[in-house]
């Protein structure tokens, strides 16, 4: 298939929250923008290395146990967060890995948001399934 990577946006939640209650300016929301983030359909969710979670200021919820190449490893997860790839969004919580590592957009995401990797082309694309509309399968 090839390295496949795709631009991403990453914003604290509960900072857009309090933009919307008034509570916080818009332009004080913690975000990063990913040029290159690796998509990884074998790998579960949206993994941030702890440098990129620290900037966002999000909050440890949890230490789950994870299957990783290198073997078992408890892994934190982080509060929610909003992903935009391509103009489709998700909110979704985070695991962090090494700082050393890219940032991970794995299955969870990738099938919320409809996209398929078009490994000819070695790029994300619309679900040609769905004629590259985003539509969610609910059944």
Known sequence: MGR???????????DLWEVEAGQRPALDVRKITIADALVDTGAFTLSLPGVLIRQ?????????RVMTAGGARDADRYSAVRLTIQGRDMTLDVSEWPDECPVLIGQIPLEYMDFVVDPVNQKLIGNPAHGGEWINEIY
């Open 4 to 14: 496949v990577t795709t631009a991403a946006t990453i914003e604290n939640i509960r």
């Open 56 to 64: 966002l200021g999000l909050q440890k919820v949890s230490t789950r």
